[in-house]
């Protein structure tokens, strides 16, 4: 399945047809072959779950550009990525007269992003949010 550029469920999808191969394997009476398998399944679906939560928790430094209403503050944007623990490694601010715009160089945990540009995009004085 697709949402939003990304695959999402491609593990649940890969777990279903295992469950199914390891019916078939007990259906034809080769119980232990099936039990290995499931054992192997189980050992690989708890790795990855632990590689992914690690993963997320990983900081990872990303540009963004942040486009605002005229005369935006630049600490009230700070204040708002702050909160998602994401901090500014540095800063450039352009001036127009229809936006401001902030390009970024952050600092935080992977999984903050996606959160703080819901939460930025949700403002009214924000206009547009892209991280790279």
Do not use: N
């Amino acid at each position: 399945m697709q949402a939003k550029g990304t695959i999402m469920g491609l593990t649940s999808a890969a777990t279903i047809w295992v469950v199914c191969a390891i019916g078939i394997t007990v259906g034809a009476g080769a119980y232990f072959e099936a039990a290995g398998a499931g054992l192997l399944v189980m050992v690989v679906l708890y790795g990855l779950g632990t590689l992914e939560h690690r993963l997320r928790r990983a900081r990872r430094v990303m540009s963004g550009t942040i486009r605002a209403r005229p005369g935006y503050p630049y600490e009230e944007l700070e204040e708002h990525l702050g909160v998602s623990g994401i901090s500014v490694q540095s800063r450039r601010v352009f001036d127009h007269p229809e936006d401001r715009v902030f390009e970024l160089k952050l600092s935080g945990p992977a999984r903050q992003y996606d959160i703080a540009t819901e939460k930025l995009l949700s403002l009214p004085d924000i206009y547009g949010v892209h991280l790279d």
